[in-house]
């Protein structure tokens, strides 16, 4: 038997997909009863990027694009993975994954492959669990990709859901270090189903919450309570920051970014007034590219570390928060 001697683990190169097409706010005052300042409003979004259907684009061509994209940001070939883990709700097949069909676009046979499902907290639990794997010592290289295209799921009839969502993809390239300090400080994966009728994807009516009536939107696209769901995630991203902090001994000034999911502005900003979160150091895009739920911190990620607001030795939290509901943190020593 083999034996395997634990390791750090670097992010060795970063990359992202998204699609040119724009869906403004005022695009969607065309479709429904609903205005741009409206949307401004409530959740901090002007436009979101979405597939181009008629150009052949599709999740699963996002998420191989951007792990195309941290492969060469790695300066490394598809072949030096040893695994490839992919996050998404909005897949359009369940088997093979899309994981497998990415790992034989890129050439990465005979790397193992598989699709996880955590919704928005999709790429946060699937870098814990890809570092955790090469903190093992089992794994040298990782891909991570967290991609989803909502457009795919949304009733644009249902102005509360569709206001909110847009297609991309972001990816990580993670393998082995010398240094057992680099990598991971501290993660946590959570979940409470009680709360899964807050946010679901029914296939038929025998998949509607007992005692919830059916909204009337299409079957195969999500349904959202959104009082609930921002009920819930204001006070989680809050507690799940602090915790962050309180176990690594960090302090706000000791961390570069705060890489958040871009799920509403008004949820984000109550999180930095209750921390004393300086602006510099909590990104925000979400208004050019609305919540693209598994693909919003692997996309957030991908363009601090190209602009060079992430660097070797900072610290750097992730946090995230989904259907499920879920939600997942992420310390790094990068």
């Known amino acids: 038997m083999d034996v395997f001697e634990p390791s750090g683990v670097r992010i060795a190169g970063c990359g992202s997909c998204v699609p040119e097409k724009?869906?403004?706010?005022?695009?969607?005052?065309g479709m429904m009863d609903t205005s741009d300042e409206w949307i401004r409003q409530r959740t901090g979004i002007s436009e979101r990027r979405i597939l181009d259907l008629d150009k052949g684009e599709s999740q699963f061509l996002l998420a191989t694009e951007s792990l195309r994209n941290a492969l060469a940001d790695a300066d490394m070939q598809a072949s030096d993975l040893d695994l490839i883990i992919h996050a998404s709700v909005t897949s359009k097949m369940t088997c093979p994954s899309t994981a497998c069909r990415i790992a034989a676009e890129l050439g990465a046979e005979p790397a193992g492959a598989f699709d996880?499902?955590?919704?928005?907290?999709?790429?946060?639990?699937?870098?814990?669990?890809?570092?955790?794997?090469?903190?093992?010592?089992?794994?040298?290289?990782?891909?991570?990709?967290?991609?989803?295209a909502m457009s795919t799921a949304v009733d644009y009839s249902d102005r509360s859901v569709a206001i909110l969502f847009g297609d991309v993809a972001g990816a990580a390239v993670l393998v082995r270090d010398e240094d057992p300090h680099r990598g991971c400080l501290y993660q946590t994966l959570n979940a409470d189903g009680?709360?899964?009728?807050?946010?679901?994807?029914?296939?038929?009516?025998?998949?509607?919450?007992?005692?919830?009536?059916?909204?009337?939107?299409?079957?195969?696209?999500?349904?959202m309570d959104g009082r609930e769901v921002y009920k819930f995630a204001v006070g989680?991203?809050?507690?799940?920051?602090?915790?962050?902090?309180?176990?690594?001994?960090?302090?706000?000034?000791?961390?570069?970014q705060f890489v958040c999911h871009q799920s509403n502005v008004r949820i984000i900003a109550s999180a930095m007034d209750k921390l004393g979160l300086p602006k510099e150091k909590v990104y925000i895009n979400i208004d050019k590219y609305g919540n693209s739920s598994a693909g919003s911190?692997?996309?957030?990620?991908d363009q601090l570390w190209k602009a060079g607001k992430i660097k070797q030795g900072d610290a750097i939290v992730l946090v995230a928060f989904g259907g499920g509901l879920t939600w997942a943190s992420s310390v790094w020593r990068v």
């Not at 724009?22 to 005052?29: G, I, Y």
């Not at 679901?200 to 999500?222: F, H, N, W």
């Open 236 to 256: 989680k991203f809050r507690d799940v920051i602090q915790d962050a902090l309180n176990a690594t001994g960090l302090t706000v000034d000791d961390v570069a």
């Open 22 to 29: 724009r869906l403004t706010n005022d695009d969607l005052a």
């Open 194 to 223: 009680r709360m899964w009728p807050s946010l679901y994807i029914p296939d038929d009516e025998s998949d509607l919450p007992v005692g919830v009536e059916d909204s009337g939107s299409r079957m195969g696209t999500l349904r």
């Open 297 to 301: 911190v692997g996309l957030c990620l």
């Open 116 to 148: 996880l499902l955590a919704a928005c907290s999709g790429f946060v639990y699937a870098l814990n669990v890809g570092e955790a794997m090469i903190r093992s010592g089992r794994y040298r290289s990782v891909g991570v990709i967290g991609c989803d």
